[in-house]
């Protein structure tokens, strides 16, 4: 499959100015990998090497090869075509194993939003089908992890340390909103998704999820925790009239920061949907007993429908709509199948893309295509009454929130499923014909990483971005807008 994306990002294959043989040659030991990578990189590739006028060194897709044994081979010999001098005779064998094992650190680092990405408020990107310009809307944000629109065209917007933000007329409102619930915050934890009711205009419902604490840590653990749901209203700027939506019994309180959920979704009968993850406790995932690794549907006011798959079955919790789901991060249904897909976050790789149906269980953690960790045993890829992904990722992409493009502004896209990713930091096309996978495309990298993608009631695509935290909107412009400003030589290249 294909990956479109502009010249200027590309891969570990450009450095530029660097110091004389003599200058280095006078170093008597070998200099820090810190310091090479500021002498000879930072000048094109920014101070964290995330990118300036020169490449991002920290995506892992590297063009020219991502083994240690390719990067070595780039770091060598270079590409003098492309502005990047040899630099063998510039560092010591010692220098550049040193600088391969700092650049994958860093790469790591990067990939967990631990170094902001270089973003430009406005940069220019030419995809398969699109030409556009990703344009900041609103900023800054720390950690943004839901994105949604008011009826009147402004957002709020969660932030995982704990507050709920209005972007009004354009603009983000400098306080937060007060009084909104104090999540416990720590690695995962925090606030997650927001919707707002179908029904919002005449009854003014917000839905936030969010993890809650319960009892006191000892010194050095960590408090128990789980996902909750609750719906408010905002009035003078204020969260009032809180109803408790879901939470959990006190046993399913782990004391593990990992994996809550929770992304929401409306179907059209008024269901609402979210998602849980298993909180690191993989075998719940299985057990209809308990709420984790599933995916649920309940009324607007959490109340349990009577056509839920298992609302009739003794023990199981009613809300449960699929089961076997590790971490579940986006929910959307297809625009002409009418169908459930959803993301899910595999162990190590094995990201999947799943079509979600009522009653089904999608393996985790008894099949999958990833790797275990700690604690978790997979018996292998495949086993009768488990579903298949439709498509999934190794190595990991992180895949997060995603949606369904059905607006107009960007007639080659209709239709199309667009996926935000954590990993590679990255905004992914994907095309189907009903229920299958027809292709894949990288539309952009590099801005941050992609926690979720919505579409605005102006059939504008606007994307939740942290690390830097902003919310983005993708602005078609017409074809050859690209070539036109960033020359004849910034010919898109094609990877993957």
């Known amino acids: 499959m294909r990956k479109i994306i502009p010249a ?9 100015t660097f110091p004389s043989v003599s200058q280095l040659a006078s170093d008597a030991a070998p200099r820090p990998a810190a310091r090479i990578a500021q002498e000879l990189c930072a000048g094109c ?26 990067i070595l081979k780039s770091i060598r010999e270079g590409f003098p075509q492309k502005g990047m001098a040899p630099f063998a ?22 990939a967990f939003g631990m170094i902001p ?53 354009g603009k983000l409102v400098a306080e937060p909103i007060r009084g909104t619930p104090k999540p416990y915050v720590r690695q995962d934890a925090g606030y997650f998704d927001v919707t707002i009711h179908p029904d919002y205009a005449r009854n003014g419902w917000v839905y936030l999820a969010y993890s809650d604490s319960i009892g006191e840590a000892a010194p050095g653990t960590r408090v128990a925790s789980m996902t909750v749901i609750v719906r408010g209203r905002i009035r003078d700027g204020a969260w009032v009239d809180e109803q408790t939506i879901f939470r959990a019994k006190p046993e399913f309180y782990y004391r593990d920061d990992t994996h809550y ?49 298992f609302v009739k079955e003794p023990g199981a919790v009613g809300s449960i709509w699929s089961y076997g ?21 595999g162990p190590a790789a094995g990201d999947e893309l799943n079509r979600i149906d009522p009653g089904r269980n999608y393996g985790w953690p008894t099949i999958s295509r990833g790797t275990s960790f700690a604690g ?20 990991t992409v992180a895949p997060s929130g995603l949606t369904f493009y059905t607006g107009d ?88």
């Open 8 to 16: 200027v990002i590309v891969a570990a294959s450009a450095f530029a």
């Open 261 to 309: 959920g929770c992304r929401f979704y409306w179907d059209k009968e008024g269901h609402l949907f979210f998602a849980l993850g298993e909180r690191g406790k993989a075998l719940d995932a299985q057990d209809l007993k308990s709420p984790l690794g599933k995916i649920h549907r309940v009324m607007d006011d959490g109340s349990i429908p009577s056509d839920n798959p």
């Open 376 to 395: 978790e045993t997979i018996e292998g890829t495949e086993r009768e009454g488990m579903e298949q992904p439709v498509i999934w990722w190794t190595p």
């Open 325 to 345: 789901n590790r971490n579940p991060q986006g929910l959307q249904y297809h625009p002409v199948t009418g169908k459930m897909w959803a993301t899910e976050h």
């Open 45 to 70: 590739h920014g101070t964290n090497l995330a990118g300036g006028s020169a490449p991002n060194l920290l995506d892992t897709a590297w063009v020219h090869g991502s083994s240690d044994a390719e």
């Open 117 to 169: 990405a270089a973003a430009p408020d406005t940069a220019l990107f030419k995809s398969e089908k699109q030409e556009f310009r990703l344009e900041t809307v609103a900023a800054p944000f720390d950690t943004p992890w839901g994105l949604v629109f008011l009826p009147n065209g402004d957002m709020l917007v969660t932030e995982r340390p704990g507050a709920l933000r209005l972007i009004s007329n």
């Open 409 to 496: 502004r960007y007639p080659a896209w209709k239709n199309d499923l667009f996926i935000g990713t954590l990993f590679g930091r990255s905004l992914r096309r994907i095309t189907t014909d009903a229920d299958k996978v027809t292709s894949q495309e990288i539309v952009f990298a590099d801005a941050g990483r992609v926690r979720t993608v919505v579409q605005g009631p102006d059939g504008y695509l606007y994307v939740l971005l942290a690390s830097p935290g902003r919310v983005a909107r993708l602005n078609p412009v017409p074809a050859g807008t690209f070539e036109r400003e960033q020359g004849a030589s910034a010919t898109p290249a094609a990877t993957r």
């Open 89 to 110: 005779s510039q560092l010591s064998d010692a220098e550049q194993t040193s600088l391969l094992n700092f650049m994958k650190s860093q790469a790591r680092a990067y």
